[in-house]
C-alpha cells in the first residue's frame, strides 16, 4: 500500500489478503499516519509489514513502535546489512532495540516490559529484500542469517540494476529470480517472495516456487479503474 489511507489497508483485510506492506520507501505515509495505518490493520484482522526507507536503525525502530507485525527493508546487498536489520528489530539479546512501553505497541504504557518483550520476540516479522545486482553473490550468506524470516525479490529494482529497466521477464532477470530461489532453498533458508503486475503474474511465480506474492493497490486500483472507463466508452 502506497496510499497513505488507513481506509486502504482495512479494504486489503476485508477483502482477504494474507498480510499488507505499507509502503514508506516509495509511498507518501508520514509517522503519524503510519500508526493509523497499523491500527486500520489492526480493525481489518490484517497483519502490517512496513517497507522501511532504508535499514537504518530508527526507521525500523519507528515502524515497530507504530505497532508493525515486521518489518521488510530495501536493498540488502550483503550478510552483514541482513544481520543488521535483524538486530535492529529485535530486543537483546537478539538484537540492540530500544525499548519503551509508552509506545502504541507497548499498549501506551500499559504492557508490561517483560510482556511486551516476550510478545515481540515471537512475533516480529524480518523480510530482506534482494533487488540489486550486487547482492547476488551473497544469497546464501544472507539466507543463513538467524531470524530471517523471508527473502523478498524486488524484480524492478532487480532488473534496472541489471541493465533492463521495467523488464523483469527479460532472460537475464529470469534467470538471477531462479537463481536466487534456488540458494536460499539450497541453503535451507527463509521463506521465499515475490511481486507480481497482474494474477497471472502472481500465478506463474506461485509454479516457479515464489509461495508469498504481492501485488500493488494502487497499480490494482488504476487498472480496475482503467478497464472500468473504457468498458464505459465503447
Known amino acids: 500500500v502506497m496510499l497513505p489511507s488507513p481506509a486502504v489497508v482495512e479494504m486489503c483485510g476485508y477483502a482477504g489478503f494474507g498480510f499488507v506492506i505499507l509502503d514508506r520507501e516509495h509511498g507518501a505515509a508520514g509517522m ?14 490484517i497483519p502490517a509489514i512496513v517497507r522501511v526507507p532504508s535499514r537504518a536503525p530508527d ?5 515497530m513502535d507504530a505497532g508493525a507485525n515486521g518489518i521488510l527493508v530495501p536493498h ?5 546489512d541482513a544481520e543488521a536489520a535483524v538486530r535492529a528489530a529485535h530486543f537483546p539479546p537478539r538484537g540492540s532495540r530500544g525499548m519503551t512501553t509508552t509506545s502504541r505497541a507497548g499498549r501506551h504504557g500499559l504492557a508490561s516490559p517483560a510482556d511486551y518483550m516476550a510478545r515481540a ?4 516479522v524480518v523480510i530482506c529484500q534482494i533487488e540489486d ?7 546464501t550468506a544472507i ?3 538467524p531470524d530471517l524470516d523471508a527473502m523478498f525479490v524486488g524484480p524492478a529494482d532487480l532488473s534496472t540494476s541489471l541493465g533492463h529497466p521495467g523488464e523483469p521477464a527479460h532472460p537475464e532477470v529470469v534467470a538471477a529470480v531462479d537463481r536466487i530461489r534456488l540458494e536460499v532453498e539450497s541453503a535451507g533458508g527463509p521463506a521465499l517472495a515475490n ?3 497482474t494474477e497471472s503474474d502472481a500465478a506463474s511465480l506461485v509454479a516457479r516456487g515464489f509461495p508469498i506474492v504481492c501485488l500493488s493497490s494502487s ?16
Request: hydrophobic share 50%.
Open 143 to 145: 539466507a543463513r542469517i
Open 195 to 197: 511481486f507480481a503486475r
Open 219 to 234: 497499480a490494482v486500483f488504476s487498472r480496475r479503474l482503467a478497464d472500468l472507463v473504457a468498458g464505459l466508452k465503447r
Open 32 to 45: 503519524e499516519t503510519l500508526e493509523n495505518q497499523v491500527r486500520a490493520a489492526d480493525a481489518a484482522g
Open 76 to 80: 540488502v546487498i550483503t550478510a552483514e
Open 121 to 124: 520476540r515471537s512475533e516480529t
Open 133 to 139: 545486482g550486487a547482492a547476488l553473490q551473497n544469497v
Open 59 to 63: 526507521n525500523i525502530l519507528h515502524a
